[in-house]
């Protein structure tokens, strides 16, 4: 069984930075993929950012320029750094691996920006 754990969400006012970080625990051989979704009330959930094996990362064209992600395989952890954070970037943020095992999620924190 594959745990994620994730920290670091709150409430910032526009312009801020925040980071989130999410740390897989468990049974795992191998990691495909570790990335981050986002879900606003009303909305379908949406990639973020996702880093795949082999170091190759993706952006959402909404977040680029603006969000990093950046991953730790000794420690199966992904973090995302959220900087210049607009009130349209307030959602419910899940991460997730892709596993040798298959996919796994997050519990989800909430980001909100809002002054």
């Known amino acids: 069984q594959v745990q994620l754990v994730e920290s670091g969400g709150g409430l910032v006012e526009p312009g801020g930075s925040l980071r989130l970080s999410c740390a897989a625990s468990?049974?795992?051989?191998?990691?495909?993929?570790m990335g981050w979704y986002r879900q606003a009330p009303g909305n379908q959930r949406e990639l973020v950012a996702i880093?795949?094996?082999?170091?190759?990362?993706n952006l959402a064209d909404s977040v680029k320029g603006r969000f990093t992600i950046s991953g730790d395989n000794a420690k199966n952890t992904v973090y995302l750094q959220m900087n210049s954070l607009k009130p349209e970037d307030t959602a419910v943020y899940y991460c997730?691996?892709?596993?040798?095992?298959?996919?796994?999620w997050g519990q989800g924190t909430q980001v909100t920006v809002s002054s």
């Open positions: 468990g049974s795992i051989f191998s990691v495909h993929a």
């Open positions: 997730n691996f892709v596993t040798n095992w298959g996919p796994h």
């Open positions: 880093i795949r094996s082999g170091g190759v990362t």
